[in-house]
């Protein structure tokens, strides 16, 4: 059985569509996604590029290449909600929190962080029992 995931922006006007069992789910600490959502960490689940698609409002899309920055980001043109962004090895990464709002506020059990990526780099300390490396 292949899990099929299906979240749209704010506004509704794209849908993205992620299927199959993402490569990574995690909270991540490194400057770069700090940068990008102006957040303490990032909670994300990534997925390969493949594995990711704009179901529908492909028009609505707009990507922004950093330019200092090995990343895209992938957001609706009415609303302004991002919708994932890549990263060096080209994965798509979600945020966890841009499902879980599409999901009735609940993230699914199998999608949750296991662990925490670049903890060294954090600007907050969590307390908790996931792996940090
Ligand atoms: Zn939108
Ligand atoms: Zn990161």
Redesign the pocket.
Known sequence: MSNNYRIQ??????ELEMTGTPRVQAFCHCEDCRALLDVPYHSIVAWDSERVEIASGKA?VVEYKYPTLEMTRVF?R????TLYNTNAMGWRLVSQLLIRKCNNGELPGELQSNAHFYYDRRIVDIDDELPKG
């Open positions: 922006c704010d506004c509704g006007a794209v609505h609706c009415h609303c302004g909600e």
